[in-house]
């Protein structure tokens, strides 16, 4: 997968778990889950949207710069590079999967509200 496809998919999906909460809170009642964000949720909802759309954006640019990084390598076949392209395939895998459920619980979260 290309370093700009992986890491646009990564920031769609935190977008959508952006979208998801705040619709969520906004509209059926529900609550931010993380603890960190929870207050900040219910208080600012400005400042949420600015934080968590601000770190899905730097989280894919870090997967970005990581990738490219990778590809300019002194020795692609060193070793080294071979294990840090794996971590950064099981990191960008693990982010996906971690947020495609944040996303399927948020809709099931507004989904299962009574109306």
């Known amino acids: 997968m290309q370093p700009k496809t992986a890491s646009s998919l990564l920031v769609m999906m935190g977008s959508l778990d952006w979208l998801t909460t705040i619709v969520g809170i906004a509209y059926f009642g529900a609550v931010e889950s993380n603890p960190f964000l929870s207050e900040l949720a219910t208080?600012?909802?400005?400042?949420?949207?600015?934080?968590?759309?601000?770190?899905?954006?730097?989280?894919?640019?870090?997967?970005?710069?990581a990738d490219k990084l990778l590809k300019r390598a002194e020795n692609p076949d060193s070793k080294n590079t071979k294990i840090a392209r794996v971590t950064l395939r099981f990191s960008y895998g693990a982010s996906m999967v971690f947020l495609f459920f944040a996303v399927l619980n948020n809709v099931w979260i507004v989904a299962a509200r009574p109306t």
């Open 43 to 65: 208080t600012n909802l400005l400042t949420f949207t600015a934080l968590k759309l601000g770190v899905a954006f730097f989280v894919g640019f870090l997967f970005y710069l």
